[in-house]
């Protein structure tokens, strides 16, 4: 579950720019390069705390839909570790981003130094767990601690970015990730919300738990998604429609195929994204 995200959208999107990254880098483009960092976290950065956000809100739900034998206490139980890595995925994508920037510039050596932060406070936090926290916490534990690592790798590597960039247009990208976090706080009252309203998933077998837990992501995403979409319009954020257009084109052509009231207001809806 956690993954997700990672896999859909992040390396997509970085992966694509990479290439354009790297050519830029060896031609000593480097404001080519800021460009394309920066264009690459603002825009990783709509999915990422969308999907955190909504991850962290139906942790319980979700580990019933990829765990269907779970019960409600079982899953609910299990949640803290779903919700702290989650909120990783945020710093993932800052991450794995900064990652490429200095492949980019073949600087590997100190790549590794950043690689080693990233893989020893996990380390060092799970046997510190063994020790001070009782039994039942330790894969909480854990879960923070990958995403404390993710932290302390950005930490590490954005002074090595600027000895390579002239500017790494810090405050464009901490603006868009804080205008989105704005956003996405009003979908994640009305998800946790939902969640209350919606009751616990607890049925006789376990086809019945993932199929109750299919249609409460479904319902508890959509709304989730919809205010997130509505609140980046209001604070205007630029990325976040320009990353959602392909689905207006899409709606768009749904809209022209369909008859009457419906085809309108799909249209209706393609327009306003």
Known sequence: VYMLPQS??????????????????????????????????????VFTVLFAAGIATLAAPALQLFAPSLSWAEADASSPILVVLAIGIIFQGIW??????????????????????VGVIP?????????????????????????????GGCVVVIPMMRSHLPSLDGRKIVTTHLRL??????????????????????????????????????VVATVMSL???????????????VAFRPFSRILSTLGRRLPGAPGRAVLAAAAWL
């Open 8 to 45: 859909l959208v992040t390396t997509s999107i970085i992966t694509a720019l990479f290439t354009r990254m790297s050519s830029k880098a060896a031609a000593g483009d480097r404001d080519g390069v800021r460009d394309d960092l920066s264009l690459g976290l603002r825009t990783v950065a």
């Open 96 to 117: 794995f981003t900064a990652q490429r920037v200095m492949l980019a510039y073949s600087d590997t050596k100190r790549l590794l130094l950043a690689d080693v932060v």
């Open 123 to 151: 380390v060092i936090l799970c046997v510190l767990a063994y020790f001070v926290a009782p039994a039942n916490h330790w894969m909480t534990w854990a879960g923070a601690a990958n995403t404390i690592s993710q932290i």
């Open 181 to 218: 976090i704005m956003a996405v706080a009003p979908a994640v009252v009305v998800g946790i919300l939902l969640n209350t309203m919606l009751g616990d998933i607890d049925a006789d077998s376990s086809l019945a738990n993932m199929t109750a837990a299919l249609g409460h992501i479904a």
């Open 227 to 241: 205010i997130y979409l509505l609140m980046g319009r209001i604070v205007r954020i630029e990325e976040i429609t």
